[in-house]
């Protein structure tokens, strides 16, 4: 099976920078993908990395380093609307995915 | 409007009956997903549909049913087997075609067994 882990809750100040982190041990890997998912809701893509190094989106950014089993996500100029869960999921060999638990990130004014 | 719909968004049911949760897309996307979400657990792979008229086991298929009749369409059955049925369920979606595929989610539909 898959292991993914990541902080189960981070809390940051309005405009801070936050950055939630997330290892994993997989069979195969076919990438790696971040999810932004508000209580109750599906959860909507963020991001994708399959290569090592660093993707920028606006204000979101992911990295990857697959000989660690490492990936992170930035969130910098946070705002309150970015209060949600954040999940941490990995495509293994057989192409299905694998989700972490979720962070949960506060933001506080 | 593209796009993955499931209905209803809340469902209540007794103990020991079947009930049949709906996931439509429009995307004509192959690849078909059911996940259930439990509070601080991450999302759990329960069927999964690749093509028309066939679909395979996730990690915790007991206790639920699918079938995938239709491009469109795939239900899930949670059967009276299913131990603890309360629980969010997502329907997902992607194209199958490579591993930068990404997987779009339905609205999902909270099913509460009392």
């Known amino acids: 099976g898959q292991n993914i882990d990541q902080p189960t809750e981070m809390t940051a100040t309005e405009g801070a920078i936050v950055q939630i982190n997330c290892t994993y041990q997989?069979?195969?890997?076919?990438?790696l993908f971040w999810y932004q998912q508000h209580a109750g809701e599906a959860p909507t893509f963020l991001s994708y990395n399959v290569l090592d190094g660093l993707e920028e989106k606006g204000r979101f950014s992911s990295f990857l380093s697959r000989s660690k089993g490492y990936s992170y996500l930035l969130l910098k100029e946070l705002q309150m609307k970015d209060s949600a869960s954040y999940l941490c999921?990995?495509?293994?060999?057989?192409?299905?995915?694998?989700f972490g638990a979720g962070t949960t990130v506060t933001v506080r004014a | 409007d593209g796009g993955i719909t499931q209905s209803p968004k809340y469902l209540f049911r007794k103990e020991g009956q079947n009930v049949t949760l709906s996931c439509e897309q429009n995307l004509n996307h192959d690849a078909m997903y059911w996940y259930r979400q439990d509070p601080g657990q991450g999302l759990r792979l329960i069927y999964y549909?690749?093509?028309?008229?066939?679909?395979q086991k996730g990690d915790i298929a007991e206790g639920y049913s699918v079938s995938r009749e239709k491009k469109e369409s795939f239900p899930l059955t949670v059967t009276s087997a299913q131990k603890n049925p309360t629980a969010f369920y997502l329907c997902a979606t992607d194209t199958g075609v490579s591993g930068a595929d990404t997987q779009y989610f339905g609205p999902g539909t909270r099913l509460t067994v009392l």
């Open positions: 549909s690749q093509i028309v008229n066939d679909f």
């Open positions: 999921a990995v495509r293994a060999g057989d192409y299905k995915l694998s």
């Open positions: 997989t069979s195969g890997f076919n990438g």
